[in-house]
């Protein structure tokens, strides 16, 4: 049988190349930091969205708006096309 490992139980973040034990609001925090960052240096073409022909009509709706209004991209794709 395989390695066990421990379930995380707190959020961690890379402080000098190492991970540190972090509270919720510090860790979503730097994530939005980073992805501010990155919008910013690319803006448009930064993030894209893939979503499910078998999550329901308004998941998807849900997930295209998040990708349009708040990550500010088009780079939408479902396999409900194939």
């Given at each position: 049988?395989?390695?066990?490992?421990?379930?995380?139980?707190?959020?961690?973040?890379?402080?000098?190349?190492?991970?540190r034990p972090?509270?919720?609001?510090?860790?979503?925090?730097?994530?939005?930091?980073?992805?501010?960052?990155?919008?910013?240096?690319h803006p448009?073409?930064?993030?894209?969205?893939?979503?499910?022909?078998?999550?329901t009509n308004?998941?998807?709706?849900?997930?295209?708006?998040?990708?349009?209004?708040?990550?500010?991209?088009?780079?939408?794709?479902?396999?409900?096309?194939?």
């Amino acid at each position: 049988m395989g390695k066990r490992y421990a379930r995380l139980t707190t959020p961690l973040v890379r402080e000098g190349g190492e991970l540190r034990p972090a509270s919720w609001e510090v860790a979503l925090d730097r994530t939005a930091a980073g992805f501010r960052s990155v919008m910013a240096d690319h803006p448009g073409s930064a993030f894209g969205m893939f979503s499910c022909s078998k999550a329901t009509n308004e998941m998807n709706f849900l997930a295209q708006k998040f990708a349009r209004v708040v990550l500010g991209t088009n780079n939408i794709d479902s396999c409900n096309r194939t």
